[in-house]
């Protein structure tokens, strides 16, 4: 079983920043790929961006080059760094888990936080 807690959610202005955290409680933590989801009001719960135990990476690419995953394995963290926000990304964002590769598909992911909310304002 894997537990994950999301903070740093909030309201935040167009090109803004945020830093989004999740904690993972799991002693295998290297070994999870690790996600970030999003749903935004109205919308189905849609993939941003995950990363491997040894560091590689894929976005969604209306975040390439503004958002950016990492993780700190010895603190069992994994990070979204969301730089010059946009209205469009408001939504709930959600950490996932998963053992094996990326994925872009939520039914592929079976560990769940609770999900924190992002407002970005016009």
């Known amino acids: 079983q894997v537990e994950l807690v999301e903070s740093g959610g909030g309201l935040v202005q167009a090109g803004g920043s945020l830093r989004l955290s999740c904690a993972a409680s799991k002693d295998t933590f290297s070994r999870l790929t690790l996600g970030w989801f999003r749903r935004a009001p109205g919308r189905e719960r849609a993939f941003v961006a995950a990363?491997?135990?040894?560091?590689?990476?894929t976005y969604t690419d209306s975040v390439k080059g503004r958002f950016t995953i990492s993780r700190d394995n010895a603190k069992n963290m994994v990070y979204l760094q969301m730089n010059n926000l946009r209205p469009e990304d408001t939504a709930v964002y959600y950490c996932?888990?998963?053992?094996?590769?990326?994925?872009?598909?939520?039914?592929?992911?079976?560990?769940w936080g609770q999900g924190t909310q992002v407002t970005v304002s016009s």
């Open positions: 990363m491997t135990g040894s560091g590689g990476t």
């Open positions: 996932a888990a998963r053992f094996g590769a990326p994925s872009r598909f939520v039914t592929e992911y079976g560990y």
